[in-house]
């Protein structure tokens, strides 16, 4: 699969927003549920949310729950994730990739799925 593009990363307040975006080809997108991880400073690569190719299906978990959405347009090849009431926590680099597994619980990336270069994500108190 080729490497997704991620962008929209930046420095925010407590409780400011930020809409990320994921772009790929249509042929890369194409069948794949997306998820969004996150990596904070001397922390271990999470996930964050997924979505189904059709966006009907989407999961997150608990501790972005009611504050982040993501939302997909197939027709732009663009996977998002709007995150509003950001935290000090948020605070990390972020990266889209196709999916194996997509739940609340376990997001996990496809074993032919590459990770891209990521989008800084700076929540200052």
């Known amino acids: 699969q080729e490497e997704l593009v991620e962008s929209g990363g930046g420095l925010v307040q407590v409780g400011g927003s930020l809409r990320l975006s994921c772009a790929a080809s249509e042929r890369t997108l194409r069948g794949y549920t997306i998820g969004w991880f996150r990596q904070a400073p001397g922390k271990e690569r999470e996930g964050v949310s997924c979505a189904s190719y059709s966006g009907g299906i989407t999961k997150y978990v608990d501790s972005v729950v009611g504050r982040f959405t993501i939302s997909r347009d197939n027709g732009k090849s663009t996977v998002y994730l709007q995150m509003n009431s950001l935290q000090p926590d948020d605070t990390g680099v972020y990266y889209c990739?196709?999916?194996?597994?997509?739940?609340?619980?376990?997001?996990?990336?496809?074993?032919?799925?590459?990770w891209g270069q990521g989008t800084q994500v700076t929540v200052s108190s």
């Open positions: 990739a196709g999916l194996k597994y997509c739940s609340a619980d376990y997001i996990v990336r496809a074993d032919n799925a590459n």
